[in-house]
Each structure stands twice: as structure tokens, then as C-alpha cells.
T-cell receptor, first 114, second 111 residues
């Protein structure tokens, strides 16, 4: 158990809908990351937050947004869902945001868009 | 267009043998590298890391080798066990703490 908690574990929703994925980082970790894992793209970095502020942005679509709250938990919001958004979404956390800090992953939220 | 799944390389080894998983990375400026193990239905699990000022690092039953000249990483697993069966990813760290993952290698351990 990495200490990173994600909910829900599984989610099935229809195209056009909006969902929110939630993440609680490991105790003491200030930085949260979101990754998407799909069959055709592998593990792709979406976005990073550090202590409530956006730190780095990757291949995140405009239909997706994220935030990190004062209690350090994070949410990833996915809207206007398309079939191609079906994937595993991982949250990860680290103590700080700099290079050299080990990043620990949660178990993921499996999103199926039908 | 048609979506094509990633075709991951597969390494099959006999239980008890040593395994070597290879990875080529892309960014010569990357200064930190990590190996992750991902079992079916689970998140990537940290195995071992190495900084670019080192060429070898050892952990429990695992060793990572870094060759910066050819931008190559390898993960050696000693006395491979059935529980080692998983997909293994190398990752290089870019600016901030962003990880760029390789496509992964499937390790199958035969009993």
C-alpha cells in the first residue's frame, strides 16, 4: 500500500457526462500528480500540483481540469467525456515538487465511457 | 483513426534465473531515473532509482545500471520469483518532478 488513496476505483459513465476523481496523497506529501494510462498511449503525465498551486502541465486536455485543496487532497475533473477518455487515471504524490523526490502512485480510478 | 494498442516487449524467464530488463531514454538532460513495477489492476510501484551522477545502484535483489553515453538503463532482478511477474516501466524525470515513462516490458516468470 503506497499510502495514496483514490476514489472511486471504478466508474462507468456516458459520453458527454462529467466526472470527478478524488485523490488523497500520502501523509506529509505536498505534491500531487495525475497520470492517465490507456492501452494505446501508455502512462501519460497530465498535471502536477504543489501545496495548492499548479506546478507543471503535461498532455491534459482542455476538457479536463484539476485542483489541489488546502488539505492537500486533489480532484481531477473530466467533462464532455468521449469514448477515448476511457482509461486508468492515477494519482501520485511526493514530499516536495523537486527532482529527486520519490513519487508514489495510488491504485488508480478505472473510467469507462460508454 | 484506428486505435492500436501498445505492443509491449515480453521477457520470459525461468524461476530462479536472473532477469535483465532494458530501457532507452530520450532526454540527455534527465538527471534522475526510476524503475516501477505494475501488477495487473494495480498502480505503479516504486522499485529503485538512480541519479545521473551514478552508474550503478543496488537494492534488495535488484540492481539498476545507467549508461549515459548511450542513454540506456537496465534493471537486473536476481533469482527471479513468480511474484516478480508484472509490467516494468523505466521513467526519466524532467523539469520539476514530471516523469516520462517508457512503454514498459512484460516480465513472465515460469515455474
Amino acid at each position: 500500500d503506497s499510502g495514496v488513496t483514490q476514489t472511486p476505483k471504478h466508474l462507468i459513465t456516458a459520453t458527454g457526462q462529467r466526472v470527478t476523481l478524488r485523490c488523497s496523497p500520502r501523509s506529509g506529501d505536498l505534491s500531487v500528480y495525475w497520470y492517465q494510462q490507456s492501452l494505446d498511449q501508455g502512462l501519460q503525465f497530465l498535471i502536477q500540483y504543489y501545496n495548492g498551486e499548479e506546478r507543471a502541465k503535461g498532455n491534459i486536455l482542455e476538457r479536463f481540469s484539476a485542483q489541489q485543496f488546502p488539505d492537500l487532497h486533489s480532484e481531477l475533473n473530466l467533462s464532455s467525456l468521449e469514448l477515448g477518455d476511457s482509461a486508468l487515471y492515477f494519482c501520485a504524490s511526493s514530499v516536495a515538487g523537486e527532482s529527486g523526490n520519490t513519487i508514489y502512485f495510488g491504485e488508480g480510478s478505472w473510467l469507462t465511457v460508454v | 483513426g484506428e486505435s492500436v494498442g501498445l505492443h509491449l516487449p515480453t521477457l520470459s524467464v525461468q524461476e530462479g534465473d536472473n532477469s535483465i530488463i532494458n530501457c532507452a531514454y530520450s532526454n540527455s538532460a534527465s538527471d534522475y531515473f526510476i524503475w516501477y513495477k505494475q501488477e495487473s489492476g494495480k498502480g505503479p510501484q516504486f522499485i529503485i532509482d538512480i541519479r545521473s551522477n551514478m552508474d550503478k545502484r543496488q537494492g534488495q535483489r535488484v540492481t539498476v545500471l545507467l549508461n549515459k553515453t548511450v542513454k540506456h538503463l537496465s534493471l537486473q532482478i536476481a533469482a527471479t520469483q513468480p511474484g516478480d511477474s508484472a509490467v516494468y516501466f523505466c521513467a526519466e524525470r524532467e523539469y520539476g518532478n514530471k516523469l516520462v515513462f517508457g512503454a514498459g516490458t512484460i516480465l513472465r516468470v515460469k515455474s
